[in-house]
């Protein structure tokens, strides 16, 4: 906490809970936002379509 108050001496007991109370629930909410059943569909999907965007450019480019 000191090297914080040399760095930056405004920082007040404050602000320094209100970053504590929101890292406390980013923390709490970072299983859901990691967890591989809720992400996993939607790398899936934009996976399929970078690959069939890339097949439609290469059929494009050879038929032209």
Same mark, same amino acid.
């Given at each position: 906490?000191? %090297?914080? &108050?040399?760095?930056? *001496? =405004?920082? $007040? $007991?404050?602000?320094t809970e209100e970053v504590k =109370?929101?890292?406390?629930?980013?923390? =709490? &909410? %970072? *299983?859901?936002l990691a967890s591989? =059943? &809720?992400i996993g569909p939607i790398v899936l999907f934009y996976a399929l379509y970078t690959m069939a965007a890339a097949?439609?450019?290469a059929v494009h480019l050879v038929v032209l």
């Open positions: 906490m000191e %090297a914080a &108050k040399g760095i930056n *001496p =405004e920082i $007040t $007991t404050d602000v =109370e929101a890292t406390a629930e980013v923390v =709490e &909410k %970072a *299983p859901f591989w =059943e &809720k097949l439609l450019l």
